[in-house]
Structure formats: C-alpha cells, structure tokens
C-alpha cells in the first residue's frame, strides 16, 4: 500500500488494515493534506479486492502518540486550499468564490461530503480512540461502524464555544440521544469513555494497554465472516438509519452551521466568535478589526 505524508498504514495480517493518522505533534489534528492521506487510504483498502482477491475485510483507524485527534487543524497551512491544493472528491464546485458561496463548498467538500463518503465505506470500520476525542476527532469516530475506547479516552465537541452549532457532520443525537446532546452541546462538557458506551456511542471499553490488542482481536473476529455479507449488513443498517432521516437532519444541521459562520462573520470578522478559540489559533486583536 501507498505511503503518506500525514498517516502510517500497517498490515497486521492479510485481511486487516490499520490506518494510523501520524501527526502527534499536533495531537492529530485533520489538516488537508491528513484529510485527503486518508481519504486515499480508505479507498485503497477498500479498493484492494481488486488484486487480492477481496483480501481486506476490516479498516481500522488509530491516532499516534497521546491523543486519537484533537479535532480540525484551523492553522494556516502551506496546502490549504480545498479543489485547489487537492483533487476534489465531490461534485459542488465554487471553491474559489467569495464569502458564504466559497465557505459553503469547502466545507461541504472537507467535511461533510467526505466523512459521508467514509461512513459508507463498504467495509467495516473500526475507530481505536484512546485520549481526547475533539470536535472534528468525532467525526473521524463517528464515520467509523464500530468505536473501542481506551478507559482514560475522553470526548468533546465544544464549538458552542466559538459561536457554531456542533461539528458539520451533526449526528450528535443520533450518537447520544437527544438530551444527553443537547446537554453535552450547551455545556462543552467532556464526557468519558465510560458513559459513551451507557449511551451507546461506544462499543467497548478496555484498559489503554490493552486498546490495540482488543481492537485488532475485534477485527481478527470480524474478518473470518463472508465478505459480501459484511458488507450486506453494513449496507443494511446504514439504509435503515437513513430511511430514519439521518441524512437530511445533518443536512440541515449542516446549513444551521453555515449561518452561524455568516453571523459571527458580521459580528466578530471571523467565521466563529474568537473567544472560544486555542489561543494558538486566536487571531491577534489587531489581525482581528
């Protein structure tokens, strides 16, 4: 398989993939160049059948060093361009327009399209999540079918902090039931591996030296079934969840979103409110009028 600038990619054994995102320094933040590493990553162990016949049966997704991902990586980059630095995967177009018309399409191309397309991979995947488990470190959880936390994981999506109505991938209440989200959202509370798996966002939860063995003795057990019919059943419950409304609720989530970028922009001249920002992304006050 391919090497990347952002992600490792291992073969622990023939029918299993393991895609470690490697950006430690940053505490695996997702920049671009990390977003379209693992969008290739993904198709080529999807795609891999092709010349081993269908040897890939489980995709796993790990985070090197601390954390499994701190969230979206909102620091000035040398490629950071959507449809420009990178191929677009989509098809909406209007990347270089101006105001909410450009926002719209990189977003709707980096983040919802794309962790879409991820969730509906046509195998089975499985999200190691140990450490802090961020904002846009929830999608990358979230896309995956099955999530196996460590016992010191933690998650949080605190955006309402910065002024935005949730992550653009918007299944909190599908994740968490309705209250806990509302909850969790108002409050930018973390809640703990213990109590995502009460709610049902997590499937298990094992000690953090453990984490890796149990994961891939998870996907060891899933990877001896009929390939078509893991994919069948992916294909199933996925179609059910939809047929529940999932997918226009993110959409309309996701269009909520955008307000929120056009009125912080009016008010604060940024697409969210400063004072809910890292300060190693916080525009200075001059930078900022």
Same mark, same amino acid.
């Not at 059943?233 to 226009?248: F, H, I, L, Y």
């Given at each position: 398989m391919s090497s990347f600038e952002t992600i490792l990619v291992e073969r622990p054994e023939p029918a299993i993939v393991r895609i470690v995102m490697n950006r430690p320094e940053a505490r695996n933040a997702q920049n671009l160049q990390m977003t379209y590493d693992l969008n290739a990553a993904f198709d080529e162990a999807v795609q891999d059948d092709a010349v081993q016949d269908d040897a890939v049966k489980v995709i796993i997704l790990a985070g090197n060093g601390p954390h499994f991902s701190s969230g979206h990586d909102l620091r000035p980059g040398g490629k950071n361009a959507a449809g420009v630095d990178f191929p677009p995967i989509g098809n909406w177009g209007g990347f270089a327009e101006a105001n909410a018309h450009g926002r719209f399409a990189r977003e709707q191309e980096i983040y919802l399209q794309i962790t879409r397309r991820w969730r509906n991979l046509a195998k089975p995947t499985i999200a190691e999540v140990h450490g802090k488990c961020i904002a846009g470190g929830?999608?990358? &959880?979230? +896309?995956?079918?099955?999530?196996?936390?460590?016992?010191?994981? =933690?998650?949080?999506?605190? $955006?309402?902090?910065?002024?935005?109505?949730?992550?653009?991938?918007?299944?909190?209440?599908?994740?968490?039931?309705?209250?806990?989200?509302?909850e969790f959202l108002f409050t930018a509370d973390a809640w703990s591996a213990q109590e995502a798996h009460q709610l049902g966002m997590v499937n298990r939860v094992v000690p953090r030296a453990e984490l890796s063995a149990s994961v891939l003795e998870l996907a060891r057990r899933i990877a001896s079934k009929p390939?078509?019919?893991?994919?069948?059943?992916?294909?199933?419950?996925?179609?059910?969840?939809?047929?529940?409304?999932?997918?226009?609720?993110?959409?309309? &989530?996701? +269009?909520?979103?955008?307000?929120?970028?056009?009125?912080?922009? =009016?008010?604060?001249?940024? $697409?969210v409110d400063p004072s809910g920002l890292h300060p190693s992304v916080r525009k200075p006050p001059a930078a900022a009028e």
């Open positions: 929830l999608m990358l &959880a979230w +896309a995956c079918d099955l999530i196996v936390a460590s016992d010191d994981a =933690q998650f949080c999506d605190p $955006v309402v902090t910065m002024g935005v109505c949730g992550v653009e991938w918007f299944v909190h209440p599908w994740e968490l039931g309705p209250r806990k989200a509302k390939s078509f019919a893991l994919k069948l059943t992916k294909e199933a419950v996925n179609r059910s969840v939809d047929v529940m409304g999932q997918p226009a609720a993110i959409d309309q &989530a996701f +269009a909520l979103h955008q307000l929120c970028h056009a009125h912080n922009l =009016q008010e604060f001249g940024m $697409v």
